[in-house]
């Protein structure tokens, strides 16, 4: 693997969960300009290393498992990061009762920048118990920044980063009381994430249906990017109960 995804890899080994990134999708360009990444220095490596999405001018919603250690964080906005591209800076705030275990990992964080967001309009957050009840061909609008489907290589499968923002379309697969597991399976036609897309949105609904309301954040999958994005629900009350401190939950 490259010296990049070993760096990430061994990132998320370090926090324990696994981390996703976009496959079987497109390039984003300005389709979801709400859509960003967290910008970090690794090994004098700096890159996108999880998505997010604006959910106020002020306010940037992404996941726990995120958390490098460092309260002040950079985000940026740009469809494809560069060197050049404007970070944002803010302040890191994770979910006191963040964990490790399935009944509800708490695995939601927020960037308050320092500076509003201008010319973005911020994407929307569910009703309580707004998927509770779905039908089982729904489908949701997956957006991030990372790494794309794995290439077997000599010496195993290697994940290719291009740093740019994707959306692909997946088809709910089950509904858990705290996260959403949803099918990325290309042979169905879906798509997914993969390392990086972690605490990225996951829109409600797909084409001339989709809406700009989060139904989930990426907190987990496969390890091999293949087959399940599951994600944290936005419409728990756990969820609006930490986001109330930051925004307006509706």
Request: aromatic content about 10%.
């Amino acid at each position: 693997m490259g010296r990049k995804t070993l760096i990430v890899i061994a990132l998320l080994m370090t926090l324990g969960v696994t981390a996703l990134a976009i496959t079987n999708g497109v390039p984003d360009g300005n389709k979801h300009p709400e859509v960003g990444a967290l910008v970090g220095t690794f090994s004098g490596q700096t890159y996108p290393y999880c998505s997010g999405t604006l959910i106020s001018p002020t306010v940037f919603l992404t996941a726990a498992h995120c958390n490098i250690g460092s309260q002040r964080v950079t985000v940026t906005f740009d469809s494809a990061y560069a060197s050049n591209s404007k970070l944002y800076a803010g302040t890191y705030y994770y979910d006191p009762l963040y964990n490790h275990t399935q009944s509800d990992p708490h695995d939601i964080a927020v960037v308050v920048l320092d500076k509003p967001i201008k010319g973005i309009a911020p994407a929307r957050l569910p009703a309580l118990g707004q998927f509770d009840s779905l039908s089982n061909d729904q489908k949701f609008t997956a957006v991030g920044y990372g790494g794309q489907y794995p290439v077997n290589q000599p010496g195993g499968p290697v994940i290719g980063y291009l740093d740019t923002r994707y959306y692909a379309v997946s088809t709910l697969n089950a509904i858990n009381p705290a996260w959403l597991r949803l099918s990325q399976n290309p042979a169905t036609g879906n798509g997914g994430t993969c390392y990086g897309d972690s605490g990225g949105p996951n829109f409600f609904g797909a084409g001339n249906s989709e809406t700009n309301i989060i139904a989930g954040t990426t907190i987990t999958g496969d390890a091999l990017c293949k087959s399940t994005n599951v994600i944290y629900r936005m419409d728990t009350q756990s969820a609006r109960s930490f986001l109330s401190n930051f925004v307006a939950v509706p």
